[in-house]
């Protein structure tokens, strides 16, 4: 019942840019913080971007300046805008959507399929 589907990945040369989009369905958009994760062969799974319900932010330190996390509560999208893309930056992203339940009740969660980004040089 609950959807998160991301889209928007692909090939990019060095230097490109790439717009992921993750929509949901089947949740209350707007009381979830939302946010972007990578994983690549080998690696463990990070955060790269987040925001929250009150539209506050937080970035990878790896990310920061090149990548623009935003959501769009309307339509119950979450975007990554990715611009001056390192070959580094390839790896399979994910869409997560959390709700705090605060210091008794466990965090909510869900998770999207994932959308494949690779950038070459």
């Known amino acids: 019942q609950v959807q998160l589907v991301e889209s928007g990945g692909g090939l990019v040369q060095a230097g490109g840019s790439l717009r992921l989009s993750c929509a949901a369905s089947g949740i209350s958009f707007g009381i979830f913080n939302m946010g972007w994760y990578r994983q690549a062969p080998g690696k463990q799974r990070e955060l790269v971007a987040a925001?929250?319900?009150?539209?506050?932010?937080n970035y990878a330190d790896s990310v920061k300046g090149r990548f623009t996390i935003s959501r769009d509560n309307a339509k119950n999208t979450v975007y990554l805008q990715m611009n001056s893309l390192k070959p580094e930056d390839t790896s399979v992203y994910y869409c997560?959507?959390?709700?705090?339940?605060?210091?008794?009740?466990?965090?909510?969660?869900?998770w999207g399929k994932g959308t494949l980004v690779t950038v070459s040089s």
């Open positions: 925001i929250t319900t009150g539209g506050a932010t």
């Open positions: 997560q959507a959390r709700r705090s339940m605060g210091w008794v009740m466990n965090d909510i969660t869900y």
